[in-house]
Nanobody, 125 residues
């Protein structure tokens, strides 16, 4: 069974950090572009970052997170991470990872084939 599982969400104070993990089972993440999305109630899902398949290793960041978030891949663990620093209250959302069977950056949710169940990130004092 092909599955993505996110972990690492939680409650953090403004200015703090979290690291989200996206681990795959049933397939190898190296061959996919992996995106991180976030969604708050009443709003569309927003892509915040993407890393292309390992053959290219390109990265993409939304302007709202550029310079604060870092996406990376650990091939041995079949896991992609999203390191989130200097968190702001507006980063509060459910964060999802997704896998797209393309070798370059995927910028639209419709390009993604597999989705995780999401992990809640809350930034609040």
């Amino acid at each position: 069974q092909l599955q993505l599982v996110e972990s690492g969400g939680g409650l953090v104070q403004p200015g703090g950090s979290l690291r989200l993990s996206c681990t795959a089972s049933g397939f190898t993440l190296d061959y996919y572009s992996i995106g991180w999305f976030r969604q708050v109630p009443g709003k569309e899902r927003e892509e915040v970052s993407c890393i292309s398949s390992s053959s290219r290793d390109l990265t993409y960041y939304a302007d709202s997170v550029k310079g604060r978030f870092t996406i990376s891949r650990d091939t041995a663990k079949n896991t992609v991470y999203l390191e989130m620093n200097r968190l702001k209250p507006e980063d509060t959302a459910v964060y999802y990872c997704a896998a797209a069977a393309v070798i370059t950056i995927a910028t639209m949710a419709s390009e993604y084939d597999y989705w995780g169940q999401g992990t809640q990130v809350t930034v609040s004092s």
